[in-house]
């Protein structure tokens, strides 16, 4: 006699569990016909207090132990790359533990968005963090709704060029997109009223560049004063990059600049209907210096955090297991961690590199993968605080531990 395979009882189980879950909470859903596999199982529209919404989603549904991958689960992207990053439709990932008996879910339109099409990744990556159950369910409906929402006019072109630089652009702010003539991509992002902009270039791997109009020009204009070593201060900040450092071409230089004085009229706004705006007493109008900030080399930063990583790990061997477990209980991680966490803990070369981490491994922050080091980081660290830079390192930056130091001995110091 016929025998039912296990895996469809489960796969059917994690449908089920789904739609249960979903339809408890008056969300519609409607179950794509299984004939025809395009790497979708669910149409679900979100409700909001019982009245029918426009904002619609398509679920990838697994269930099974076969999914897990590394700290996490992972759904194989297969020939549905395309329409699951291309799609009118956003793509969301759900994957049904039978052993705990929970759905976790994963955004696949962001995550292969972000990745980009010249490296895309075989797998979503799905995180134990990112639970879906009833205390989750308003958080989860509220972030796909605002995703959804951002196909629309011209947050559509913010999501995609957010997604393509992994910058994350508010609605108000100037954003500018040039490519040029080797189909690389330049984009240009200006809060309102301020006087630098951010550049980010697809040719420097969207590293984030801040600039001023009079910095880039330097490149081109002498600075007044300069010849004979007079002050340069109102023609920019030298500390900022030129055209040159930035391998700017004479187009990109002009793009930029006309970026600027766009921006600038439309912050100002038409001339004969704008009244002049009273100066709430900002430094450039009283002449008073800028307060200033923390600030520290990002390689300093890093080697420091890796040291007093790698100090507790000799001291509490289970720290890492601990700290995974005290994560996984954090009701407060933000959804931008949760969403990092995805790909990370699926990759099994990044987590077999944190399972390992000691002294006898890593020596310096370039020992360890990027990527291998921010998932060490998210796992042992709660939050990390940066003081004033004339602190000594020890008191400048400041740790927040998931698990905390152990406390010395009473009269441990005396002896």
């Known amino acids: 006699m016929p025998k039912i395979p296990k895996g469809r009882r489960v796969a059917q189980a994690a449908v089920n569990a789904l739609r249960a879950l979903l339809e408890e909470h008056d969300h519609i859903v409607q179950e794509i016909s299984g004939q ?8 679900v529209t979100f409700t909001d207090d019982g009245d029918l919404t426009s904002d619609t989603i398509k679920v990838q549904v697994k269930g099974g132990e076969s999914w897990r991958r590394g700290n996490g689960y992972a759904v194989p992207v297969d020939q549905h790359g395309d329409t699951w990053a291309d799609g009118n439709i956003p793509v969301y990932c759900v994957v049904y533990d039978p052993d705990t008996k929970s759905l976790y879910w994963a955004n696949a339109t962001q995550q292969l968005r ?85 550049l980010l270039l697809s040719a420097h791997d969207w590293e984030p560049y801040l600039v001023s109009l009079e910095s880039l020009m330097r490149s081109e204009i002498r600075p007044p004063g300069d010849e004979g070593g007079g002050p340069v201060g109102e023609w920019g900040d030298v500390d900022l990059p030129t055209a040159e450092d930035l391998e700017l071409s004479r187009t990109e230089v002009m793009w930029v600049a006309s970026c600027f004085f766009s921006t600038r009229q439309a ?24 307060k200033e900030h923390a600030d520290i080399a990002a390689d300093v930063l890093h080697e420091y955090v890796l040291a007093r990583i790698l100090d507790r790990i000799e001291a509490e061997p289970d720290l890492l297991q601990r700290s995974i477990l005290a994560m996984r209980e954090d009701s407060e991680l933000t959804a931008e961690i949760v969403d ?56 400048q930056v400041r740790i927040v531990w998931r698990v905390p130091e152990p406390t010395a001995p009473k009269g441990a110091s005396e002896q």
């Not at 590199?353 to 660290?381: G, W």
Request: aromatic share 10%.
């Open 340 to 395: 990092e966490l995805g790909p990370l803990e699926t990759d099994p070369r990044v987590v077999r590199q944190v399972n390992k981490l000691s002294r006898a491994t890593v020596a310096t922050v370039y020992d360890i993968e990027p990527a291998a080091f921010r998932l060490a980081v998210h796992y042992f660290i709660r939050h990390i605080y940066v003081g004033g830079p004339s602190l000594p390192l020890d008191e």
């Open 36 to 43: 025809n596999d395009f790497g979708e199982d669910f149409y």
């Open 114 to 198: 972000r990745s980009g099409p010249l490296t895309p990744p075989r797998h979503i990556g799905v995180s134990p963090n990112a639970i879906l159950d009833d205390t989750t369910m308003a958080s989860f409906v509220t972030r796909a709704r605002r995703y959804v929402g951002r196909y629309r006019g011209r947050q559509a072109v913010l999501t995609h060029l957010s997604e393509m630089s992994g910058a994350d652009f508010d609605p108000a702010d100037h954003v500018l997109h040039f490519v040029n003539g080797y189909d690389e991509d330049l984009i240009f992002w200006k809060r309102p009223g301020d006087a630098w902009a951010t």
């Open 267 to 290: 912050d100002e706004g038409p001339k004969d209907l704008a009244g002049r705006t009273e100066c709430e007493g900002c430094p450039s109008c009283t002449g008073e210096e800028p």
